[in-house]
């Protein structure tokens, strides 16, 4: 079965250090991974996938195949970052997103 | 662009009852997916709906039911709510093409069963 883990629930910390929110996932074949966020008082929202490549809000992530991961990076956290991460997982010809339990990110300032 | 709608936003139901929560997808979307979000958790796939069918089913029982209508909004429906069934129920809708891996949340339905 497919499963999405973040080990950490809760992540601390101050302005302009960099961030890393970790995921592993488990599934054999070729995944396709995502980032959603949620920021205070809001819907739960894309931040990026693995495909398009794209760096967003200063975001990045890499899948590393042999690594099973997919962690999100920042180099200079922003106080605006605080929010919900969850790490999904899809695949060619699934209906789902199987999503990790969550990491609630906190800048200090 | 009016992005997907849920109601209620939050219900209070007793063991033992029914419960239905509508979606509307966003403009132009026609795939939807129902969500369960416990305290502290991710959200866990339901179901989801394609052409008025059910296209796909997560770990649910049968008691947890849906419908979409020809223009691609959504219900879930829950019989005989149980304590555990207290959660927020998260639609999603997918454009076509994108085969359900893109999808776009709506604000969720909050449900308290008591």
């Known amino acids: 079965a497919q499963r999405v883990t973040q080990p950490e629930k809760l992540l601390s910390v101050f302005k302009g250090a960099p961030v890393e929110l970790k995921c592993n996932y488990s599934y054999s074949g070729s995944p396709e991974l995502f980032w959603y966020v949620q920021y205070s008082r809001q819907r739960l929202q894309l931040l990026l996938r693995h495909i398009s490549r794209e760096s967003i809000k200063g975001f990045t992530a890499d899948l590393n195949k042999g690594e099973t991961s997919f962690h999100l990076k920042k180099p200079f956290a922003q106080e605006e970052d605080s929010a919900m991460y969850y790490c999904?997982?899809?695949?060619?010809?699934?209906?789902?997103?199987?999503f990790g339990q969550g990491t609630r990110l906190t800048i200090n300032p | 662009e009016t992005g997907v709608t849920q109601s209620p936003t939050h219900l209070i139901k007793t063991r033992g009852q029914q419960v239905t929560l509508r979606c509307s997808s966003q403009s132009g979307h026609n795939t939807v997916s129902w969500y369960q979000q416990a305290l502290g958790q991710g959200p866990q796939f339901i179901f989801q709906?394609?052409?008025?069918?059910?296209?796909g089913r997560g770990n649910f029982p049968p008691r947890f039911s849906g419908l979409q209508f020809p223009n691609y909004s959504s219900e879930l429906n829950v019989n005989a709510l149980e304590l555990d069934d207290s959660a927020l129920y998260l639609c999603?809708?997918?454009?076509?093409?994108?085969?359900?891996?893109?999808?776009?949340f709506g604000p969720g339905t909050r449900l308290t069963v008591l």
């Open positions: 709906y394609y052409r008025e069918e059910e296209n």
């Open positions: 999603a809708s997918s454009p076509p093409g994108s085969w359900g891996n893109e999808q776009f």
């Open positions: 999904a997982l899809s695949f060619q010809g699934a209906q789902k997103l199987v």
